[in-house]
């Protein structure tokens, strides 16, 4: 302890003669302007006296010494006070040290805290890789749908042809450890993180699964796998309804949407279900892509309004619009988010469908994703969304309730045992309200057989 005191002191000497030599330094400067302003004031004594006191200069005088000479606390230096600080850490933390670059990562996330906007965020190596892989619709996993469960994540389904599939993933499984690392206390993100790892390496799963009296496990070897994008199912065969299930709003979901449409087309659809439920949003660009497949060129399909008013306009590309001639609904909920409100609400403003379901997420903001380094980057909310008829989209909180969002057409309930991907669409309470509605417009009195699924070609 007296070394602490010793070297504490001596910092304080330090600084005390650091603070002493820049008051010298301000005096070797700046005595020649003090000596001018102090001769100005005699000067100009005789002039001010008519519209003043003649003690004016002088106060004016004694305020500037006082600025010049007392120390400036309010001017502080962010990248010095947090090297300071690093160096004092470094210096007198008695324990052992996090790596420099975590220290880094968490003073960057307590900057952005002082935000409060929870969409603004640093993204450390693997959090900016994880979201360039989403976005462009591969990554290296498992392959497998995951949900929040208690003591773990949910198996809502495991994707076609995937390692997960493989190896005898179910859907309902319960993966309650990675590699022997309980996730009793682990978000879904960091979760996801877990399982993830590079290509050909093998991750070991500890599974809870109804039925089996005892934890099970299962070690997979990871691969390449495709994003969940677009499935297509045939929900009412007699009838012809189809329905598309967007997933994300990937660089590869307008090119897919392209082969759906398609395929509905040509079996010769009578009526068509968007389905953008659990659909977290994703790229700007790609919503705007899969808008124009359902709008004439040059409709507004969302306007940008920024600090300063509306930044840009976004509208329907050129010769994108499919002109599907059939009666169409867009279903959501509250799990359908960002770009899935933008085409949800585009394609309600202009009567294209209406929407079915519950409220939408409410994340009507822009981010803009800059990297900061090579691994590294910054998502900084820049702007924020408006539909064609003015909506925000954004929530707020309104008495400690958060509001907003989308607010359907026709609202309907889901089933609480419904998982979505379900082959049986019994428990589907929205889809079925949408296919009643769809038959109703296209005046078919029979409900229809059971619901087929129809395959893209590249999944056969």
Sequence with gaps: MRAFFKSDSSDRSD??????????WRLIVVLPVLVSLYL?????????????????????????????????????????????????????????????????????DGMLMALGDPYTRFMEPDEFRRMQEDTSGSFTGIGALLEDAPGGARVVRPLPNSPAIRAGLKAGDIIIAVDGKSLEKVALDEAVRMIRGPRFTRVTLTIRREGEPHPITITIQRDLVESPTVDVYLDDAENKIYRIWLQNFSEKAPQLLDRALQQVQREGARALILDLRTNPGGLLESAIEVASRFLPADSLVVSIKGRTGILENRRALPNRYRNLKIPMVVLINGSSASASEIVAGALRDHKVALLVGETSYGKGLVQTVIPTSDNTAVAITTAKYLTPNGTDLNAKMVDGKRVGGLKPDIEVKQHEDWRPGEEDISKDLVLQRALQLLREQIQARQPGSQALRARLPAER
């Design 15 to 24: 600084r005390w003669r650091r603070r002493n030599g820049r008051i010298l």
């Design 40 to 108: 100005l004031g005699f000067l100009s004594a005789a002039m001010v006296s008519s519209v003043g006191h003649p003690g004016e200069s002088i106060t004016l005088l004694r305020s500037t010494v006082r600025h010049l000479f007392q120390p400036n606390e309010s001017a502080l230096e962010p990248p010095q006070a947090f090297q300071s600080a690093l160096s004092e850490i470094e210096t007198h933390f008695y324990g052992p040290l996090p790596p420099i670059d975590k220290l880094t990562y968490t003073a960057i």
